[in-house]
């Protein structure tokens, strides 16, 4: 099945854009304009279905249960997929900045840890761990956002710090955002992600 996606063209910063479980190619749009009024916008569609109908990039055996081989299946998958469907649909994925929540946020973390070269900075919002790789990544002059909620049941606050001590073990610039609102984006994490970029 080949991937699903939405790609919109704007003079302001390319986002590739990761959506959440049950959500589409058009989930993250709303955020990243909220962020970036004239962004430009890649997002794929995840291929992995839950109960037949919810849309993840992955699969999961439980909430915060992965399939890891499963993942890091996907994770390849997009990884040689993306520079050529972004560049065919006229976009620049040189100095992208990638922007994941939740499910979206994993397979982000993911793309990071094993390919780093596909983008310079990363916006994670309520992220987990994804795995722990085999081989440690060189992270140098990688920059990271992560925006973590106390008050989140789904993607625990202590997962996201956890996160953020290992990325920068590997050398990536990590700004934690704490954030108020629980599994839910809202305005603090636009704000978060605006002072980020800016």
Known sequence: MSWQFLAQAGVGRMFVA??????DERQMLRIVQAIDPDASYFSPRGKSLEGG?????????????L?????????????QWLPGAIAAQGLDL????????????????????LHPALFSQVILLRPMVPFVPEQ???LAGKRVLICAS????????????ELETMLQSYGAEVTF????GGHTIGPVDIS???AFLS
């Open 94 to 113: 040189n100095g992208a900045t990638a922007i994941g929540y939740s499910n979206g946020a994993t397979i982000s973390s993911a793309l990071l840890l």
């Open 177 to 180: 955002a704490t954030v108020p």
């Open 192 to 194: 978060a992600a605006q």
């Open 18 to 23: 990761f959506h959440g479980t049950g959500g």
């Open 53 to 65: 109908v919810h849309a993840r990039y992955f699969r999961r055996f439980g909430e915060g249960v």
């Open 136 to 138: 440690a990544p060189d």
């Open 67 to 79: 399939d890891i081989p499963d993942l890091l299946e996907k994770e390849e998958e997009l990884a």
């Open 150 to 161: 106390p008050e989140d049941t789904v993607t625990p606050f202590a997962g996201a710090q």
